[in-house]
Nanobody, 113 residues
């Protein structure tokens, strides 16, 4: 199993970013895909998930601002982040529970003026 995130960067408050996660090594169509984040000095927290049929779920802190989506034929999952706030600054990780938790290497998102 391999998960590779991309798309992070530095953005001003109120700005937007789209994160991508390329998945391989398992039957992507059959598994829920998650996004987590970890801010410096804090525990990793769940952000959003995309079920196999496209149904989505969000943490209250990002609901209405973030949108998770997946492209099953391409084995990709995305996280569109709008109206970013400084408290969204974190390393963002793609995750799948495939026997055990698998994680990507993470992509850094920094929201600062």
């Amino acid at each position: 199993v391999q998960l590779v995130e991309s798309g992070g960067g530095l953005v001003q408050p109120g700005g937007s970013l789209r994160l991508s996660c390329a998945a391989s090594g398992f039957n992507f169509n059959a598994y829920v895909m998650n996004w987590y984040r970890q801010a410096q000095g804090k525990e990793r927290e769940w952000v959003a998930r995309a079920y196999m049929n496209g149904i989505t779920d969000y943490a209250n802190s990002v609901k209405g601002r973030f949108t998770v989506s997946r492209d099953n034929p391409k084995a990709m999952v995305y996280l569109r982040m709008n109206n970013l706030k400084p408290e969204d600054t974190a390393t963002y990780y793609c995750n799948v529970l495939y026997g055990r938790d698998y994680w990507g290497q993470g992509t850094q998102v920094t929201v600062s003026s």
